[in-house]
C-alpha cells in the first residue's frame, strides 16, 4: 500500500471507494488527513486532497444511506459507519494553512463544504444553527482564494467556476463581489473552453428537431 503521504494513497483510496467499500475509504483518508496535520503539512497538496476525497467519500455514504439497491444491499449485510459530519471536516477545513496553499484547492474545498452540508440540512427533520456558520465561513475562505485567482481563471475548470457562482453568490453579503469578481471575459473565455463544444451540440441537436416543423411551415400557425 503507498505510504499516506505519497501521490498514490489518494488514487488507492478512491479504488477503494469505487466498489462501494466507502467506510474503509473514509477511515483512510481521516487517518491520513490526520497524521499530514499532525505534521504541520495542512498546506500540502496531498493534506488538501485527501480533505476534498473526505467531502466526497462523505456524500456517497449519505447517497448509500439514502441509497441504491446494491448498496443498501451491502450495507444490510455488513452495517457501515454514519458519515463523518460536515462540521468536523469544516473544522479541518480552518486549519488548513491558507497562506501555502494552492487558491484553487481552496475554492475546490470551500464548494465542496458547502455541498456537503447542504445535503446533510436536507437531510435533517430539524434547523442546525451550525449549519448556517458553518457554511458562510466556508464561502469566506472560498471568495479569499477567489480574489487571489481573479483574473487568471484559466487554471480552474468551469464547472468549478459555475459552482463557485453558485454557492458563494448564496451569500448575500459576498453576492456583489462574486459578480464583480465573475464577469470578466477570462470566465467566459473559460466557459466557452469548456463548455463551447457540448453547447454547440445541443443547439445544433436543438435545430435539428425543430428543423421539420418549420419545413412544414407549423411556426407561428395557430
Known amino acids: 500500500m503507498p505510504r499516506h503521504d505519497s501521490v498514490l494513497y489518494p ?7 469505487q466498489p462501494g467499500d466507502l467506510d474503509t475509504a473514509m477511515t483512510m483518508s481521516l487517518q491520513a488527513s490526520g497524521r499530514l496535520e499532525g505534521a504541520g503539512k495542512t498546506g500540502s ?9 473526505c467531502c466526497q467519500v462523505t456524500r456517497a455514504q449519505h447517497a448509500a444511506k439514502a441509497g441504491t439497491l446494491r448498496l ?14 460536515g462540521g468536523k471536516l469544516v473544522q479541518r477545513f480552518m486549519k488548513v494553512d491558507f497562506h501555502g496553499s494552492k487558491s484553487v484547492s481552496v475554492l475546490r474545498l470551500s464548494i465542496a463544504l458547502q455541498e456537503l452540508l447542504d445535503v446533510e440540512a436536507a437531510g435533517r ?25 481573479g483574473p487568471d481563471y484559466f487554471s480552474v475548470d468551469a464547472g468549478l467556476l459555475v459552482r463557485s457562482a453558485a454557492w458563494l453568490s448564496a451569500h448575500c453579503a ?5 459578480r464583480q ?6 470566465v467566459m473565455a473559460v466557459l466557452h473552453r469548456d463548455y463551447g463544444k ?6 445544433a441537436n436543438r ?5 421539420p416543423n418549420w419545413s412544414r411551415g407549423s411556426v407561428g400557425r395557430r
Open 207 to 211: 435545430r435539428t428537431r425543430l428543423l
Open 181 to 186: 469578481l465573475l464577469d470578466v471575459p477570462q
Open 125 to 149: 427533520s430539524d434547523v442546525d444553527p451550525g449549519g448556517a456558520d458553518q457554511a458562510r465561513m466556508c464561502a469566506s475562505r472560498g471568495l479569499d482564494a477567489l480574489r487571489k485567482l
Open 174 to 178: 459576498l453576492a456583489p463581489e462574486v
Open 198 to 203: 457540448s453547447l454547440k451540440a445541443y443547439f
Open 72 to 85: 443498501a444491499l451491502r450495507r444490510a449485510l455488513r452495517p457501515g459507519v454514519e458519515p463523518v459530519p
Open 11 to 17: 488514487v488507492h483510496v478512491r479504488a477503494i471507494a
Open 45 to 53: 497538496a496531498r493534506c488538501q486532497e485527501l480533505l476534498l476525497l
